[in-house]
Nanobody
């Protein structure tokens, strides 16, 4: 069992930045692949970013490449999502997810554990 808690969501103006954090507990954090997904109102859940067990390998959704950055601190059992140059279309509930194994970084079905989400709202 893995418990995930997201923090750092809020409201920001277009062009601004936010940093989301996801604290994990209940398992060996260094052995778990971590990811971020988001879901805007009326839209399907979308892959945002993923990071491997030691943080060397990262993957990003096309819509956030060059603007978002995922990282992890295994000593703190925490994964981060730095979001820069935010756009109104980035507004969504952002979910932290985790899995010990993975086949498709972009598929929500490959993640076994989920946080409850944190709201990000970007105003124009």
């Amino acid at each position: 069992q893995v418990s995930l808690v997201e923090t750092g969501g809020g409201s920001v103006q277009a062009g601004g930045s936010l940093r989301l954090s996801c604290a994990a507990s209940g398992s060996t954090f260094r052995g778990i692949v971590m990811g971020w997904f988001r879901q805007a109102r009326g839209k399907e859940r979308e892959f945002v970013a993923g990071i491997g067990r030691i943080g060397t390998i990262t993957n990003y959704g096309d819509s956030v490449k060059g603007r978002f950055s995922i990282s992890r601190d295994n000593a703190k059992n925490t994964v981060f999502l730095q979001m820069n140059s935010l756009k109104p279309e980035d507004s969504a509930v952002y979910y932290c997810a985790a899995t010990p194994t993975i086949s498709n970084w972009r598929s929500q079905h490959d993640y076994d554990y989920w946080g409850r989400g944190t709201q990000v709202t970007v105003s124009s």
